[in-house]
Nanobody, 126 residues
Framework: QVHLVESGGGQVRAGGTLRLSCATS???????????MAWFRQAPGQEREFVAA????????FYAAFSEGRFTISRDNAKNTAHLQMNSLKSEDTAVYYC????????????????WGQGTQVTVSA
């Protein structure tokens, strides 16, 4: 099993940057690199949506159309952490951001993920 804790959210103006982090701990013989990692977000009244994902070894990444070119997902398997660097933020990026973990390969469907963090609020003002 894996436990996830996000940090790094906050309030910024449009055009600003934030770097989200997801610290993990594992049990039951699992290690961090067993898991593909992803970030999702959920705005009030909206469904949870895929933002970006990274493969177990960090070599493959995938982005939603709205995040590609502005956001960068990464992971450090030595430190058991994942990150989401967000640049050129827009007001429509305002949401609670969640990191998620799944054994094996990543998916775009949040229902496929095994574990979730508690979320971190990102607020972008115009």
């Amino acid at each position: 099993q894996v436990h996830l804790v996000e940090s790094g959210g906050g309030q910024v103006r449009a055009g600003g940057t934030l770097r989200l982090s997801c610290a993990t701990s594992t049990t039951s013989g699992r290690i961090f690199s067993d898991y593909a990692m992803a970030w999702f977000r959920q705005a009030p009244g909206q469904e949870r949506e895929f933002v970006a994902a990274v493969s177990r070894n960090g070599r493959q990444t995938f982005y939603a159309a709205f995040s590609e070119g502005r956001f960068t997902i990464s992971r450090d398997n030595a430190k058991n952490t994942a990150h989401l660097q967000m640049n050129s933020l827009k007001s429509e990026d305002t949401a609670v951001y969640y990191c998620a973990a799944v054994l094996g390969i990543y998916y775009l469907d949040p229902a496929m993920y095994d574990a979730w963090g508690q979320g971190t609020q990102v607020t972008v003002s115009a």
